[in-house]
């Protein structure tokens, strides 16, 4: 099983980035797919999910309206597209795979976003 995240980097506030996570290993449509960032010090927070056939979304408070998470169930992958990013955003960002019905996850590395001028 594999979660590989990319799309990551330094990018000025206001600018965008879209993260990729190409998972492998697994029957990916059994699994609601979601994005977590975690800055440092702090605890890792979910920023962004996607059901299985994405149908339903959600998004955290600080990101609704900036950010959209998508998946393409032929090629395995789910994107995170942000745009408006903040100091704030700043944060290693970890692709996650929850099994719709089964006590059954995984993580990927993650990529790191940072935002700076």
């Known amino acids: 099983v594999m979660l590989v995240e990319s799309g990551g980097g330094l990018v000025q506030p206001g600018g965008s980035l879209r993260l990729s996570c190409a998972a492998s290993?697994?029957?990916?449509?059994?699994?609601?797919m979601s994005w977590y960032r975690q800055a440092p010090g702090q605890e890792r927070e979910l920023v962004a999910q996607i059901t299985r056939f994405g149908v339903s979304t959600f998004y955290a408070d600080s990101v609704k309206g900036r950010f959209t998470i998508s998946r393409d169930n032929a090629k395995n992958t789910v994107d995170l597209q942000m745009n408006s990013l903040k100091t704030e955003d700043t944060a290693q960002y970890y692709c996650?795979?929850?099994?719709?019905?089964?006590?059954?996850?995984?993580w990927g590395q993650g990529t790191q976003v940072t935002v700076s001028s």
């Open positions: 996650n795979a929850q099994h719709w019905i089964a006590s059954l996850g995984y």
């Open positions: 290993g697994f029957t990916f449509s059994n699994y609601h």
